[in-house]
């Protein structure tokens, strides 16, 4: 591939904005917002800098809330398991002396562990 502003010159490299290739005068590194070295990005000079740096920065705050997301999904997750499994076994061991009372407390307990695994299963979806 060559250089679309230059067809005599190779390409180093492709714009990530309009995906045409440049040679190393018309390429511009545009840093990377997402902290990981390597990410950084080629642009078409003075051309499309600005377009590939909003694009980084829109992506970047993309993976960061999805990241977000799915930690409050897991938080949730564990939240609704630990005090589930508590009315569980409470509930359970209730259930001789309280009847209904240790019944009752015993379905709370497993619709918690059902929600619980309804927010683990949602939570990996954003990773
Ligand atoms: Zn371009
Ligand atoms: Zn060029």
Request: hydrophobic share 40%; charged share 20%; proline share 3%.
């Amino acid at each position: 591939m060559n250089c679309y502003y230059h067809p005599d010159r190779p390409a180093v490299g492709v714009c990530k904005h309009c995906q045409r290739g440049l040679c190393a005068e018309d390429a511009a590194l545009v840093p990377s917002t997402t902290l990981r070295p390597g990410d950084d990005s080629l642009a078409c000079k003075d051309r499309h800098e600005n377009e590939v740096r909003e694009m980084d920065q829109w992506m970047a705050r993309n993976i960061l809330q999805s990241k977000r997301i799915g930690s409050v999904y897991n938080r949730n997750a564990i939240f609704y398991f630990l005090v589930g499994a508590v009315f569980s076994i409470y509930g359970y061991s209730q259930l001789r002396f309280a009847g209904l009372q240790g019944l009752f407390l015993l379905i709370v307990g497993l619709f918690l562990l059902f929600a619980a695994g309804l927010n683990f299963f949602e939570g990996r979806k954003y990773k």
